[in-house]
T-cell receptor, first 114, second 116 residues
Framework: AQSVAQPEDQVNVAEGNPLTVKCTYSVSGNPYLFWYVQYPNRGLQFLLK??????LVKGSYGFEAEFNKSQTSFHLKKPSALVSDSALYFCAVRDTNQGGKLIFGQGTELSVKP | EAGVVQSPRYKIIEKKQPVAFWCNPISGHNTLYWYLQNLGQGPELLIRYENEEAVDDSQLPKDRFSAERLKGVDSTLKIQPAELGDSAVYLC??????????????FGPGTRLTVL
């Protein structure tokens, strides 16, 4: 079965420091991987995706993610965190066996302190 | 361009009452999804439409949940009767159907349902 794991429920970083939110996946075939962010009482906002090509994917708001096939990981990164980055982050994989539904991880709460 | 629109944003009902949620997808998006998000968890698919056709409703509890997308645009998700365990956020998403670009899904703000 295809799945996504986010091993950290919460990540705490100081403003200005680099941040990493971890994600590992298990799929059959080539993965289509996504990161979404959710602010309180809001829907999910698309950040970035990996389809093929360069392992480093750049997305919205200065975020990027690194695809690592050997480690089956797709970690989200940002060189310098902002307080406004504090939110809930979801990693997802597109289920190629069932025509397009997204399988989400449990989410990681990112807290950036001034 | 307008995003995915959902209404209402919040709904509080007594158990055993019916409730309906409405979604208007991004213009031109043929594929529409309804997801359920329980507190502290990632969303889970309830149903997926390609135009008017429900192509994946395997996770929809059909004894009490129903959905429709009559003209291939707006969609309505209904629960009748609601149970306490239905309290959650119901998210609607849409995508263009472009498999080559991995068919990115764009989400609405969700409807937060509280069943008392």
């Amino acid at each position: 079965a295809q799945s996504v794991a986010q091993p950290e429920d919460q990540v705490n970083v100081a403003e200005g420091n680099p941040l990493t939110v971890k994600c590992t996946y298990s799929v059959s075939g080539n993965p289509y991987l996504f990161w979404y962010v959710q602010y309180p009482n809001r829907g999910l906002q698309f950040l970035l995706k990996y389809i093929t090509g360069d392992n480093l994917v750049k997305g919205s708001y200065g975020f990027e993610a690194e695809f690592n096939k050997s480690q089956t990981s797709f970690h989200l990164k940002k060189p310098s965190a902002l307080v406004s980055d504090s939110a809930l982050y979801f990693c997802a994989v597109r289920d190629t066996n069932q025509g397009g539904k997204l399988i989400f991880g449990q989410g990681t709460e990112l807290s950036v302190k001034p | 361009e307008a995003g995915v629109v959902q209404s209402p944003r919040y709904k509080i009902i007594e158990k055993k009452q019916p409730v309906a949620f409405w979604c208007n997808p991004i213009s031109g998006h043929n594929t529409l999804y309804w997801y359920l998000q329980n507190l502290g968890q990632g969303p889970e698919l309830l149903i997926r439409y390609e135009n008017e056709e429900a192509v994946d409703d395997s996770q929809l509890p059909k004894d009490r949940f129903s959905a429709e997308r009559l003209k291939g645009v707006d969609s309505t998700l209904k629960i009748q009767p609601a149970e306490l365990g239905d309290s959650a956020v119901y998210l609607c998403a849409s995508s263009s159907g472009d498999r080559a670009s991995a068919d990115t899904q764009y989400f609405g703000p969700g409807t937060r349902l509280t069943v008392l």
